[in-house]
């Protein structure tokens, strides 16, 4: 099973998909659970519509407010991606505007989300939108934004020190964050020619989790995750080769 986001009027399979219907352009965000076994029948399993946490109370800690406190103003946050964690026990978002991770814990017969969606919809308020039915277990705040994140591929909810993954974003280092407290655990740092910080475009982990990587312009880097701060291993990723006079030249 895998999960993915679209827009509240995008479709699977470019089948239209219903709006809502509530007042005010809240351009809610949509997580599918789609079934990829050969035995599958085609569409999502499960769906699900987060209006209030996305749209009208972006980035805010706390429990979950009543419908008559929300402000009903337009928005241009949604989702920047959907990770599932590697034991399938959570998700990993973050807002494309308010620049915070949040994670999920979702029910482990994914069917449930269906019946969440019908009893959320049921306390619908007249004046704004349904209570979301799945709400953040953890909100992290990035400072700029996001680039890329990625899961610890080793990753056990009943390991805490497991339970982190990197992320990278506009004019920081690597951040590997923890995905139980919301703590910063590590920094991976990178310069440029000019030993100025410089920002990776992208970032994974390796298989075995012993090493993390990180895209740049015309580079990549890695290191030992045990071991943040600047030293690390680079690798060219345009190579010199020799022009027709003799000399050099970057490919």
């Keep these: 099973v895998m999960a993915t986001t679209t827009d509240v009027n995008d479709g699977v399979d470019g089948a239209a998909q219903e709006t809502p219907q509530y007042d005010g352009d809240y351009g809610p965000a949509c997580l599918h659970a789609l079934d990829l076994s ?19 109370n972006a980035g805010r800690a706390g429990a979950k407010p009543r419908l008559s406190t929300l402000s ?25 505007e308010d620049n915070t991770f949040r994670i999920y814990d979702v029910p482990g017969d994914l069917t449930l ?3 969440a969606v019908s009893d959320s919809e049921a306390d ?11 709400w953040p277990a953890l909100r992290v705040k990035e400072r700029e934004s996001v680039y890329d994140y990625a899961w610890y591929p080793g990753m056990s909810a009943s390991d805490p020190q497991t339970c982190v993954f990197a992320a990278t974003c506009r004019a920081h280092p690597v951040h590997l964050w923890d995905a139980v407290t919301g703590t910063l655990r590590a920094s991976y ?10 920002a990776a475009f992208a970032v994974c982990f390796s298989a075995d989790g012993a090493r993390v990587f ?38």
């Design 214 to 251: 990180a895209g740049y312009e015309k580079t990549i880097r890695a290191w030992d995750v045990s071991r943040p701060g600047r030293d690390c291993d680079v690798y060219p990723t345009l190579s010199k080769k020799r022009g027709r006079g003799g000399g050099g030249g970057v490919g």
């Design 38 to 56: 050969a035995a599958a029948a085609s569409g999502p399993v499960a769906g699900l519509t987060m209006t209030t946490e996305f749209a009208v």
């Design 72 to 96: 009903l103003g337009p928005h241009d946050n949604h989702l920047k991606h959907v990770r599932w964690s590697p034991d399938g026990v959570c998700l990993l978002t973050c807002g494309a």
């Design 113 to 115: 989300l269906d019946q």
């Design 189 to 198: 740092l990178a310069y440029n020619h000019l030993d100025e910080p410089t």
């Design 124 to 134: 619908q308020s007249t004046d704004g939108p349904a209570a979301d039915a799945l």
